[in-house]
């Protein structure tokens, strides 16, 4: 069975999700968490809440990757909905009325469905309101609320700060301001949870059919070939990362890089070699104009394979990455 991961927090809670969709939940998604993902094989990805202030948020990059992995990715309701108006132009499928807002340049800021929450022990209770949710309460409940009302309930709502963002701050505010007596059990009458409702679409979405996206064949740049591999081995950055780390998570002994360089090292320049249009990696150490006193042509060979890429400026290469694509028997 193909495994469906779904990152969700605040919007949905887990036991209305499941009763939808059968997946793997996981927490409001950090950055590195859709590589991990990928890594593990998922075949479905739902990005619905991720984190935006205690953790660095998801990359794009890592969506994107995805997507040229082949694992369709969905997005809705929250960070979803943000990064898939972002991406869907490159194949992440949003989903819902505010990845719409979004698209359609309706709403900007973060802060629109930005919410503060509590602990994933009591189900990630969302503690403050975002400010999609005042929108769609606002545009459904039509002639309920009077322009000027619809306008003020929004000023006042953009007015706090969005962990302050409470319905019952909100409705203070407005007191304060001199708001009729009734607008605030209008909005509670009339109120909309936007971010739930486009959770649920997503996730009937997917549990009706995964849609696969355009694959996109972009070389990744080097230096995110490291972050990747960083994130996907659990580390917080690329500058984290070690052949000795990448050796240990394959259960190899670290006491063998030494030969593991010098196969991979050789394995690169020979490779680049043929596609240059020498039969033998001599030729084109010659070619190149590499000499060193005191060296045979063999034992130049073996220097130049010792040194490595990276010596003469081949930026592209990293001993790390080449690794654990060898070990996970992958052709570079």
């Not at 409940?141 to 706090?160: C, S």
């Not at 001199?178 to 979405?205: C, F, P, S």
């Not at 680049?272 to 130049?300: K, P, S, V």
């Not at 990276?310 to 694509?325: I, M």
Request: net charge negative; charged share 25%.
């Amino acid at each position: 069975m193909d495994r469906t991961v779904v990152f969700l927090g605040p919007s949905l809670a887990r036991a209305s999700a499941e009763a939808i969709l059968a997946a793997d939940y996981q927490p409001p998604a950090r950055r590195g968490d859709i590589y991990r993902a990928v890594r593990a094989g998922t075949r479905c990805i739902v990005l619905i809440d991720g984190e935006f202030h205690g953790s660095p948020s998801v990359w794009p990059r890592e969506i994107l990757d995805a997507l040229d992995a082949g694992v369709p990715v969905y997005g809705a309701s929250s960070m979803g909905a943000l990064r898939a108006a972002e991406l869907h132009p490159f194949g992440m499928l949003g989903v819902g009325r505010i990845f719409h807002w979004y698209r359609e340049g309706i709403i900007e800021a973060d802060d629109e469905v930005a919410l503060i929450h509590g602990p994933a022990e009591l189900g990630w209770p969302a503690l403050s309101e975002p400010l999609v949710n005042v929108r769609a309460t606002l545009e459904d409940a039509g002639p309920v609320f009077t322009p000027a009302e619809t306008e003020r309930v929004l000023a006042t709502a953009r007015g706090l700060y969005f962990p302050e963002r409470t319905r019952a701050a909100l409705l203070a505010s407005l007191m304060a301001t001199g708001a009729d007596a009734t607008l605030g059990a209008r909005l509670n009458e009339h109120w909309v949870d936007q971010k739930r409702l486009d959770a649920e679409q997503a996730l009937l979405t997917v549990a009706a059919g995964v849609a696969d996206p355009p694959g996109l064949a972009r070389k990744p740049h080097p230096d995110w070939a490291r972050a990747r591999l960083a994130f996907e081995l659990g580390l917080d950055s690329s500058s984290a990362l070690s052949a000795e780390q990448v050796a240990r998570a394959h259960g190899l002994d670290p006491s063998r890089l030494p030969e593991f360089f010098r196969i991979l090292s050789a394995r690169f320049f020979e490779q680049r070699a043929a596609a240059e249009g020498d039969a033998d990696l001599a030729a084109w150490i010659r070619r190149q104009g590499i000499r060193r006193a005191g060296l045979d042509e063999r034992a130049l060979r073996d220097w130049v394979i010792a040194a490595g890429p990276p010596h003469f400026g081949y930026a592209s290469w990293h001993f790390e990455t080449a690794l654990d694509l060898h070990l996970r028997g992958i052709s570079p």
